[in-house]
């Protein structure tokens, strides 16, 4: 069983700058998908970003595109969430999670916390 550990969340003010790290327990098979979701109070999860380890082929939502961006370091089983620009509206708790390409995520992480302040 992977396990996954989400840390870097945080209060920040808008326009400011977060990064985010999903540590993974063992080593991941390369063919898996890493992804980013977040959950607002109130909302459904929705999803942020993802990225394979093979090719390292990055994908995002509309509403964070250009100002997200999504990386890993496989010999670290870690996948990153560079946040920059923030908004109010990227307030969420933050979630990775990984799986095999066309199926849902199999492992997710406990979540972390973005607060950002207008």
């Known amino acids: 069983q992977v396990q996954l550990v989400e840390s870097g969340g945080g209060l920040v003010q808008a326009g400011g700058s977060l990064r985010l790290s999903c540590a993974a327990s063992e080593r991941t098979f390369s063919g898996y998908i890493m992804k980013w979701f977040r959950q607002a109070p109130g909302e459904e999860r929705e999803f942020v970003a993802t990225?394979?380890?093979?090719?390292?082929?990055?994908y995002y939502a509309d509403s964070v595109k250009g100002r997200f961006t999504i990386s890993g370091d496989s010999a670290k089983n870690t996948v990153y969430l560079q946040m920059n620009s923030l908004k109010p509206e990227d307030t969420a708790v933050y979630y990775c999670?990984?799986?095999?390409?066309?199926?849902?995520?199999?492992?997710w992480g406990q979540g972390t916390q973005v607060t950002v302040s207008s």
């Open positions: 999670a990984i799986g095999l390409p066309g199926n849902p995520p199999a492992y």
């Open positions: 990225i394979m380890w093979v090719g390292a082929r990055a």
